[in-house]
């Protein structure tokens, strides 16, 4: 659903503390509602802190952050955003269909509402392409399928807001693109929107907008055409790097 502002994410001064280091240090940023940004980065430069931030998980918070309007955490949010960590979180001793099953009760508890979860449930075994193991074990199915069941439990009950960490790791390149173009019609057809981590940044090219991170702080947040322009790089690599040059000299220069 279209927040009236088209900005489903607001951050301004947003900080996180994690043991004694300030893992994120001051970011401003939006996420664009039906939109898909993608959140890139190296190892370690605070991009599974951000989203953690974003649905409400993280402690030690500072700064405004705001999702459709409301506070990062509020309970409202809860069913308004669907979350898929790094780790797929499925029962290995459920099939796919009594996962989903098992979720769906929790997001629509009681008997009148079976058939509604019936229909989410078909709904988000069809947008994975999981139909043919919706029978299966989820610990007999391979790990790209077993991610795929946790991002169907995420689709469940059509979140506005879709947070996924790294959803691509490990997959091999047709799974990829399969997976791409589930977000491209999720964003085009439902308009949610996605913001999806990546470290790998030919990823990039298939986002509508970037928030390219450097050790807890935002290089640049653009799109990917108008971050190749104004850089006068070929890749969003190449851009990427350009602007970690830039950002080293000018620390130098403040030294
Ligand atoms: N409990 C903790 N205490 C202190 N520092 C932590 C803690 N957990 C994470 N960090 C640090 O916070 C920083 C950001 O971690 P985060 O997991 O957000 O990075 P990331 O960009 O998602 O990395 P990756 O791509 O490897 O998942 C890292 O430098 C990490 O060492």
Known sequence: MMNSSGVAVLARGLTVVRGDRTVLRGLDFSVLSGRITGLLGPSGCGKSTLMRAVVGTQAKVGGILEILGRPAGAAELRSRIGYVTQAPSVYDDLTVRQNLDYFAAVLLPGRRNRDARREYVARAVEDVDLASHADSLAGRLSGGQRSRVSLAVALLGTPEVLVLDEPTVGLDPVLRRDLWDLFHRLAGERGTTILVSSHV???????????????????????????????????????????????????????
Do not use: K, Y
């Not at 947040?221 to 850089?231: G, I, S």
């Open 201 to 255: 940044m030919d990823e990039a090219e298939r986002c509508h907008r970037l928030l390219l991170m450097r050790e807890g702080e935002i290089l640049a947040e653009d799109a990917p055409d108008d971050l190749r322009t104004r850089t006068r790089s070929e890749t969003v690599e190449q851009a990427f790097l350009h602007l970690v040059d830039e950002a080293d000299a000018l620390q130098e220069s403040h030294r």
